[in-house]
């Protein structure tokens, strides 16, 4: 599998830390690769921010920044930012796009935030979930952070897209982890993923606390067309990825 996504660190600990989701070895190779391409400029990063709507003045905690293209979209329509992600090279080049703008922070989605309850309106997680085996932890901690009528906006790659490139083809009903090689940049890195069924995330969601508001199958930006028009056929007919919008209820005090 050759593709590159908006999700910059790998959040997840395992006992093959070192050898897979190493995003410290890749960070200037995948910010250069996934600056302008298909399948991050005019599809993810679209997405979410078509998604997010209307920004100015929100609070937007931007899990898994990266090295800050929806970070500094996101600020550039008035929203006022905080970005964390684990990876400390992809942090490096954050700085060095946000400047001050952004506050930046290196901080596990394993781990607790380092954010007072309610400190955001919004959370936005592009393509960072699927790391993760078990979603609960993290969606507690991002719910926590969120203010009572705040939203979390967050993208995974779609379930169908991994039971069907994986031979044999796994259990749809169980939550599987696969394994394949990225190349960037002439690059070959090892990359370690977790494939739930639908249910299994929407369940997750309102386990921690949110109410489901949208689940999203877009179409990539017009403008692909011309640019990419033998991927934009293919991105067009086929899933990617699965955008949700979930929301805090405006009176809640915590999850159940």
């Not at 190493?22 to 990063?45: H, I, K, Q």
């Not at 078509?50 to 100015?56: F, H, K």
């Not at 009572?148 to 967050?154: C, E």
Request: proline share 8%.
């Amino acid at each position: 599998m050759e593709r590159a996504t908006d999700v910059p660190a790998s959040f997840a600990r395992s006992r093959d830390q070192d050898q897979v989701n190493d995003y410290d070895s890749f960070a200037e190779a995948y910010a250069a690769d996934t600056e302008n391409n298909l399948v991050n400029a005019y599809y993810a990063r679209p997405a979410m921010l078509a998604l997010a709507g209307d920004v100015t003045g929100r609070r937007i905690l931007d899990a898994g920044c990266g090295s800050g293209p929806l970070s500094a979209a996101l600020r550039d329509r008035g929203a006022i930012v905080t970005g964390i992600d684990a990876s400390a090279g992809m942090l490096a080049l954050a700085r060095r796009r946000l400047g001050d703008d952004v506050a930046l922070h290196m901080v596990d989605l394993s781990d607790p935030l380092p954010f007072d309850d309610g400190a955001f309106d919004d959370v936005v997680a592009s393509l960072v979930l699927h790391y993760l085996e078990d979603w609960g932890p993290t969606l507690a901690e991002l719910r926590r952070v969120l203010r009572p009528g705040g939203r979390l906006i967050a993208s995974v790659d779609h379930p169908f897209v991994a039971y069907t490139f994986q031979d044999p083809r796994p259990d749809y009903s169980a939550t599987t982890s696969y394994t394949f090689d990225w190349t960037i940049n002439g690059q070959s890195v090892p990359m370690r993923f977790w494939r739930k069924p639908l249910h299994a995330m929407t369940d997750a969601f309102t386990t921690a606390g949110f109410r489901l508001s949208v689940i999203s199958e877009p179409q990539p930006d017009p403008a692909a067309r011309e640019l990419f028009p033998d991927g934009f056929l293919d991105l067009s007919t086929k899933p990617c990825f699965l955008f949700f919008v979930v929301e805090v209820p405006p009176s809640a005090a915590g999850p159940a």
